[in-house]
């Protein structure tokens, strides 16, 4: 009789549980590798986005720089953390202010907008991203 409770429902409860408990790891496992996925892409794209020639920034919508890319600070010739929490007016020359904010305020509305330097036009284009 003591034998019958050893295999009896008892156990099948406690397969039940660990069936249960074992599709729960997997799913846990699933998830955490879909995370780390997409954490390695993201490191892919902040790579790309740093090692780029071109100058990439982000302000928020009052105008302050929240990120910044090397080639950013090379043509501003500071460091990410003289630039970053600044107004971008700060480091447009006065007789360039009035053409860059036009063309910033056309391309918040999601239009793109040409900026001519010597001695190429460059495309400035801006998008708007969720705030975190």
Not at 35 to 60: C, S
Not at 66 to 91: D, I, K, P, Y
Request: charged content about 30%; some cysteine; aromatic content about 6%.
């Amino acid at each position: 009789m003591a034998g019958e409770n050893a295999g009896g429902p008892s156990s099948g409860q406690d397969l039940t549980g660990t069936e249960g408990r074992v599709a729960e790891l997997e799913r846990e496992n699933r998830e955490l590798r879909e995370k780390i996925a997409a954490l390695e892409e993201e490191r892919r794209y902040q790579n790309l986005v740093e090692n780029v020639n071109d100058v990439i920034y982000a302000t928020d919508l009052d105008g302050r720089f929240t990120s910044v890319n090397r080639a950013c600070m090379s043509v501003l010739g500071a460091s990410r953390e003289q630039v970053l929490g600044t107004h971008f007016r700060r480091w447009i020359p006065e007789p360039e202010r009035p053409k860059f904010e036009g063309a910033r305020d056309r391309a918040l509305q999601g239009e793109t907008c040409l900026l001519y330097t010597s001695p190429s036009p460059r495309d400035l284009s801006t998008s708007r991203m969720p705030s975190s």
